[in-house]
């Protein structure tokens, strides 16, 4: 956009044609495909903290993440001592949320402004009339404000919010897609609670969600389009689910196995990686335990990856609870694209859950009558509303872990389950020792089809069987 087409979108007031000359470049419609393009323009500013000794910015990077598209644009990372930034090929019709990002791959701060009520908070924005020049960003209380504010074309009707949003049990069928849906200033994309209630189970293990006045709404009961994954654009849909399992029998240490899912056009793309803390990058290995992971997605029907070149884009990788992780921690996945232009999208890993069993007591016993066998556990040892959520129980041999039988439904009472059907007779042929071990496997409902949401799995102490 030229300096007269400038004073044209600014000045709508002025002649008819200075804005007609000037319209596609005042507004367009959300970028959703690869050959979109747009006039860019390079942001530019330095960071300084509130507190002169905290250089909080240190070994972090400044983005923008557009509101509509999920793409963020990313600054190289900031040095204590010289800590000025640069944004380059940023689209200037984007709407954002600025965000420092900490060493730790942690939103540390996000860019915003109050309104003129002063209540109301503004986190989105358009690069406006600023040119590029953010000026200095102070960090205080874990806001940023710009030297630059008054430029900085804050949204009113995008992403802000003065308290936050809870929805009542009848919803409105005049669904507006918002990218902050509890409207608490956080992204859906980076938001550990999407719908406000305060819950401190990740997302996908939140089944009864949305709080309002009295009681909670459970999920099934929710238009599709309020779940955290309502809106799955034609690129850019970028979501990391995990499944918590016993590393070992006794149950001492879990492996965390993360499914990263990103959605790109397949034939475009020649290489997407992942990246996140380098303790995860130095200790991840791939779903077999065996190799480290390689940090590559992949769309070609391999390694967990469903279905070839069907631009659902996968990578999978399994780190142990050893390694150390943070509750707001994001992954990035750096997109190269055929002709040599550069994507990036982020999202959650979701912060890691711990259910808690009783160890002196098996998790489940076998109750036989006439010739049906039940295996009958209680989940009243688990904290937390399970209530909704799928589940599995796996008979296994405890000499070698062979899987004698498998049964799954849907888990309707988290206190206690039970399930029928195998036979008593098939079960004590299997093994002259007559011990098992019960797998219990409890999954939540996925963001994006074809996930598998969180999970966790429970292993029972070695049980006796007497026909």
């Not at 393009?37 to 909080?56: K, L, M």
């Not at 039988?405 to 029928?420: K, M």
Request: proline share 5%.
């Amino acid at each position: 956009m030229n300096k007269n087409q400038r004073i044209a979108c600014r000045n709508r007031s002025g002649v008819l044609l200075a804005m007609l000359t000037s319209l596609q470049s005042c507004a367009r419609a959300p970028i959703e495909t690869v050959d979109d393009t747009v006039s860019n323009v390079t942001i530019s500013g330095a960071f300084s903290d509130w507190n002169p000794s905290a250089s909080n910015f240190s070994g972090g990077v400044f983005l923008l993440l557009d509101a509509v598209t999920n793409e963020i644009f990313k600054s190289d990372p900031i040095k204590a001592d010289s800590p000025s930034f640069q944004i380059r090929n940023v689209p200037v019709t984007g709407k954002y949320y600025g965000i420092l990002l900490g060493a730790d791959f942690q939103p540390l701060a996000y860019l915003q402004k109050k309104a003129p009520d002063g209540k109301t908070i503004l986190p989105v924005f358009k690069v406006g009339n600023t040119d590029g020049q953010f000026g200095t960003l102070v960090i205080k209380n874990g806001k940023l404000e710009s030297s630059q504010q008054s430029e900085i074309d804050f949204q009113t009707s995008v992403g802000a919010h003065s308290e936050l949003r809870t929805f009542a049990a009848d919803f409105s069928t005049n669904f507006i897609a918002s990218p902050d849906i509890d409207t608490d200033g956080i992204p859906n994309v980076l938001d550990t609670d999407v719908d406000g209630d305060g819950d401190n189970k990740p997302n996908a293990l939140d089944s009864a969600t949305y709080a309002g006045k009295t009681v909670k709404t459970p999920d099934s009961e929710i238009p599709w389009q309020f779940n955290y994954g309502y809106g799955i654009p034609k690129m850019g849909f970028f979501k990391c689910e995990y499944l918590r399992t016993p590393n070992a029998k006794d149950n001492a240490t879990f492996l965390f196995k993360y499914s990263c899912q990103l959605k790109m056009p397949a034939k475009r793309i020649e290489k997407i990686t992942l990246r996140t803390t380098q303790g995860f990058m130095d200790g991840a290995k791939f779903w077999n335990g065996a190799d480290p992971f390689d940090w590559n997605m992949r769309d070609d029907g391999s390694l967990g990856d469903l279905i070839s070149e069907d631009g659902i884009w996968t990578g999978r990788f399994s780190v142990t609870d050893a390694i150390p992780s943070y509750a707001n921690q994001t992954i990035l996945a750096d997109v190269k694209m055929k002709d040599g232009t550069m994507k990036s999208y982020i999202t959650t890993l979701e912060p890691k859950i711990e259910f808690k069993t009783r160890t002196d007591q098996p998790l489940a016993a076998f109750v036989s009558a006439e010739d049906n066998l039940y295996l009958f556990f209680s989940l009243g040892q688990l904290s937390g509303t399970l209530s909704g959520f799928q589940i599995s129980a796996t008979i296994l041999k405890d000499a070698d872990d062979t899987e004698i039988a498998t049964l799954t439904q849907p888990l309707f009472d988290a206190g206690a389950s039970a399930f029928a059907g195998i036979s008593q007779l098939g079960l004590a042929a299997t093994t002259d020792d007559m011990k098992y071990r019960i797998k219990v496997k409890i999954t939540a409902p996925a963001a994006l089809p074809g996930l598998l949401g969180n999970a966790f799995e429970l292993y029972s102490l070695p049980l006796d069987y007497t026909p």
